[in-house]
């Protein structure tokens, strides 16, 4: 079974999955590989790896290479730059900022990007996404050009979603950004997973047990936690719960209407 395959099913069966976000440049390697081990052990169904600024391949490869044996859940590259590539990942997300005013982060890092999947890195299996910032946008919208969609403008993200599933992205991923003042609110996600097929992630802001909760019931089909694992990890285990929970109470709620 491929990574996507993993996810689609555990999506299925949970209604709402949880993936953790690790940036290896904010945590040593030896903290890298407890977060990572304690998410698993708290039931977060698959762990990403990158951030914002890029980090080396070296430095993705020692870390990533220290844990791999011991994860059961899979480890999804989550690019800030063509160089944040590893053998020892499971997967990468193929990742488009659909709001970028600049052409390089739509299309131009990603065709450097494939010439290095198709050389050096086979064995990691491309997820496409869309890549959709919103309101503060955070670190990675000031370095990808973007320009951010208001947290009140659910019109604007609804068309740039629909059209990420017209374009035919894997899926599609709403982002307030690495410690962004709030997260995508849950009003926004509830009118784009209306319209919008396509799995649907919402990350950035999220720094509570509640909030993820909300954008579970929203209608967000993977709920990604970052900053909060690596400055209040006693909070992860009851994130991950409450996401859980969400999803699963949406889908028994919408098979009774």
Same mark, same amino acid.
């Given at each position: 079974?491929?990574?996507?395959?993993?996810?689609?099913?555990?999506?299925?069966?949970?209604?709402?999955?949880?993936?953790?976000?690790?940036?290896?440049?904010?945590?040593?390697?030896?903290?890298?590989?407890?977060? *990572?081990?304690?998410? +698993?052990?708290? $039931?977060? %169904?698959?762990?990403?790896?990158?951030?914002?600024? /890029?980090?080396? =391949?070296?430095?993705?490869?020692?870390?990533?290479?220290?844990?791999?044996?011991?994860?059961?859940?899979?480890?999804?590259?989550?690019?800030?730059?063509?160089?944040?590539?590893?053998?020892?990942?499971?997967?990468?997300?193929?990742?488009?900022?659909?709001?970028?005013?600049?052409?390089?982060?739509?299309?131009?890092?990603?065709?450097?990007?494939?010439?290095?999947?198709?050389?050096?890195?086979?064995?990691?299996?491309?997820?496409?996404?869309?890549?959709?910032?919103?309101?503060?946008?955070?670190?990675?919208?000031?370095?990808?050009?973007?320009?951010?969609?208001?947290?009140?403008?659910?019109?604007?993200?609804?068309?740039? *979603?629909?059209?990420? +599933?017209?374009? $035919?992205? %894997?899926?599609?991923?709403?982002?307030?950004?690495? /410690?962004?003042? =709030?997260?995508?609110?849950?009003?926004?996600?509830?009118?784009?997973?209306?319209?919008?097929?396509?799995?649907?992630?919402?990350?950035?802001?999220?720094?509570?047990?509640?909030?993820?909760?909300?954008?579970?019931?929203?209608?967000?089909?993977?709920?990604?936690?970052?900053?909060?694992?690596?400055?209040?990890?006693?909070?992860?285990?009851?994130?991950?719960?409450?996401?859980?929970?969400?999803?699963?109470?949406?889908?028994?709620?919408?098979?009774?209407?």
């Amino acid at each position: 079974m491929g990574i996507k395959d993993y996810l689609l099913g555990r999506i299925t069966e949970l209604g709402t999955i949880h993936m953790t976000l690790l940036d290896p440049d904010k945590v040593s390697a030896r903290e890298f590989r407890e977060l *990572a081990l304690m998410v +698993q052990e708290y $039931g977060s %169904d698959a762990l990403m790896v990158g951030g914002s600024l /890029g980090i080396s =391949e070296g430095q993705l490869d020692e870390y990533l290479g220290a844990v791999k044996d011991s994860l059961k859940i899979p480890v999804i590259l989550f690019p800030g730059s063509v160089a944040n590539l590893s053998r020892h990942a499971d997967a990468v997300f193929f990742l488009s900022v659909l709001n970028s005013a600049d052409p390089y982060f739509i299309v131009g890092a990603q065709i450097q990007a494939s010439v290095l999947l198709v050389k050096r890195f086979r064995n990691l299996e491309p997820i496409s996404l869309a890549y959709i910032i919103i309101g503060d946008g955070g670190a990675v919208g000031y370095v990808s050009h973007a320009r951010p969609i208001p947290y009140d403008r659910d019109d604007i993200a609804l068309a740039y *979603a629909y059209t990420a +599933q017209l374009m $035919g992205f %894997d899926m599609i991923y709403l982002e307030a950004g690495s /410690g962004a003042r =709030e997260p995508v609110r849950p009003r926004m996600v509830s009118r784009v997973k209306q319209l919008v097929s396509k799995p649907l992630i919402v990350g950035g802001g999220i720094r509570d047990p509640e909030k993820a909760g909300e954008l579970a019931l929203a209608g967000a089909d993977a709920v990604v936690t970052g900053t909060i694992i690596e400055e209040k990890p006693e909070l992860i285990k009851d994130i991950i719960r409450a996401v859980h929970e969400g999803g699963i109470t949406r889908r028994r709620n919408s098979k009774r209407n």
